[in-house]
């Protein structure tokens, strides 16, 4: 808009200040829009460097060394502050908060996975059924898998036969592959309750198991690495993507011989009491599904996806930490032969192992899965226990460095495996390994607060157990196993070997 004005030099001129000022509100407004959407004013970014206009240095930065701009983050802004990472910028709050997320309405796990985990592209179909906002497999695990009163039976049983598989009775010392193997025994003792005996003991199933994972992180980082604009169209042509779309068929077709057998075996039963039951996830699903359509393959990549690599990680870096402190081993030996001889390879006999209890915490504590944790994404615009806001659609997580806090834990960066039992005994009862508090959040807190992490305690106690009575165990010489840190992630040695033998009875 402009109109004609007299000036006061005498000219006749074209008057452009509305245009200016309209402009202006214009301007000020998508600059609101954007800080709104961004929150970028108002929390400071740590990684943050002048001429980086692609941000490939905050990036490398990021990847290399989170640990160290968390760090520097907390000391420079003594509050929450942003790291751009390798999928946008993400807010990183003091573990201060934590009480305070947990009971915040507004910010949701389920959202930020589904975006940061790309649970709408094809192949990831796994994370669709876990961010499914009917919550039938979570409800599963809550409800089914952790009140199974044969789960333990069925690890020790797997287990067992995987070790004499793979690790065989030679009582020779040998060297194994611990960060492959820890890998497949957490497979075989997992699938024997998610799918039952039938499909754990069969190689294929037991490959598209490991793989599925894998390849699920592997397509999650190669998602990652593409700019965001690209994704929606370059997935179809990513050979991780394609991998991950391939085991989602192959997991549907060995499971519906499964489907058919079982539902021509319940419409030939003529006494309903006589229906055969069966007691795994196969199964759990059906029923808590009741007939609602639900992705019965795509729930099995789920449950693999998120228990596999989390588990196997725990229980690698655990034995390696016991390995590393080898007085221990009479101890949790003892301890283990004592619990099974009075309850047998039962919930009961598991829960008696306080000592490993402690054991595996201390090394959670120390190596847990991500540098930060407590995911949310933000629903509505949020403000912050610090007056800040923070807008819809923000990632938010919290700092884990509370968990080598050394006013909570004295000496925090040494392992101590009897921490967690003097707690226990002192009456605290978040420290027993599948308790979380605010100051031990490596299964997280909430709402969304792992429902899967009494089967995971269980399934590392016992491998550990086991392996422990069965092997004498040890580091080759020389060797000192390395935690690798990638962006947010903790990971234990990915070349970590070790030497066994078969323990004479
Ligand atoms: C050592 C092993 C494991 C670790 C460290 C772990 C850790 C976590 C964490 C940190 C969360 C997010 C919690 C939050 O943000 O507050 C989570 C969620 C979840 N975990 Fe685990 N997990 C493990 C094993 C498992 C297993 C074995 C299963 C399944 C049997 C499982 C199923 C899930 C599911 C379904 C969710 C999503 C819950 C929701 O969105 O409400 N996890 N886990």
């Given amino acids: 808009m402009s109109y004609l004005t007299y000036h006061s030099d005498g000219f006749l001129m074209k008057d452009h200040s509305g245009v200016y000022l309209l402009s202006s509100a214009l301007l000020g407004f998508l600059v609101v829009l954007v800080w709104r959407r961004t929150g970028e004013p108002t929390i400071p970014i740590v990684n943050s460097y002048s001429g980086d206009v692609t941000l490939k240095k905050a990036q490398s930065r990021f990847m290399s060394d989170a640990r160290g701009l968390i760090k520097e983050g907390i000391q420079k802004f003594n509050g929450p502050f942003r790291i751009i990472t390798n999928l946008g910028s993400r807010v990183i709050l003091p573990a201060s908060y934590t009480e305070w997320l947990k009971n915040c309405p507004d910010l949701d796990h389920q959202a930020l996975v589904h975006d940061q985990y790309f649970a709408a592209y094809p192949g990831m179909d796994g994370q669709r059924v876990v961010t499914d906002p009917r919550k039938i497999l979570i409800n599963v695990t809550k409800t089914k898998l952790n009140n199974q009163s044969s789960q333990c039976g069925l690890f020790h049983e797997h287990l067992t036969e995987a070790l004499e598989e793979i690790w065989t009775d030679c009582d020779e010392w040998h060297t194994v592959d611990w960060s492959q193997h820890a890998v497949r025994f957490i497979g075989r003792m997992s699938a024997s309750v998610f799918v039952g005996p039938e499909l754990a003991r069969d190689p294929t199933w037991q490959e598209l198991v490991l793989t599925s994972s894998m390849n699920t992180f592997m397509g999650i980082r190669s998602l990652r690495a593409l700019p965001a604009f690209l994704r929606p169209l370059v997935h179809w042509f990513l050979p991780e993507l394609r991998k991950c779309r391939q085991q989602v068929r192959l997991a549907r077709a060995m499971l519906q011989p499964i489907f058919d057998r079982r539902r021509y075996g ?207 165990v040890r580091i080759p010489e020389g060797i000192t196993p390395k935690i690798v840190e990638m962006g947010f992630e903790m990971l234990s040695d990915p070349d970590a070997k070790l030497e066994v033998r078969k323990r004479k009875d």
């Avoid at 229906?275 to 789920?302: C, N, S």
């Avoid at 009961?348 to 054991?359: C, I, P, T, Y």
């Avoid at 226990?424 to 390994?433: D, E, H, I, V, Y």
Wanted: proline fraction near 6%.
């Fill in 266 to 472: 319940q419409s030939q039963s003529i006494e309903p009491g006589k229906i055969e039951k069966f007691e795994d996830t196969i199964q759990w699903l059906e029923e808590t599904a009741a007939g609602r359509p639900y992705d019965a393959a795509a729930a099995q990549i789920a449950f693999a996806v998120s228990a596999m690599h989390t588990t196997s990680e725990l229980l690698k870096q655990s034995l390696l930490d016991i390995c590393m402190h080898p007085l221990l081993i009479p101890v949790l030996r003892d301890e283990a032969q004592k619990a099974i001889k009075e309850s047998g390879w039962t919930t009961a006999g598991v829960f008696k192992m306080q000592q490993l209890d402690s054991a595996v915490k201390e090394t959670q504590r120390l190596k847990p899965g991500l540098l930060v944790n407590l995911e949310r994404k933000a629903l509505q615009d949020v403000i912050l226990p610090n007056g800040m806001t923070i807008p819809r659609g923000t990632n938010v997580a919290v700092d884990a460095s509370i968990m080598w806090d050394p006013a909570i834990y004295p000496d925090p960066f040494y392992y101590d495996a009897y921490r967690f039992l003097r707690l226990r005994k002192s009456g605290n009862t978040a420290a027993a390994l599948a308790s979380t508090s605010p100051e031990h959040i490596a299964f997280g807190i909430g709402k969304p607060i792992c429902p899967g992490r009494f089967f995971a305690s269980n399934e590392v106690k016992i491998a550990l157990a086991k392996i422990l009575l069965t092997y004498d």
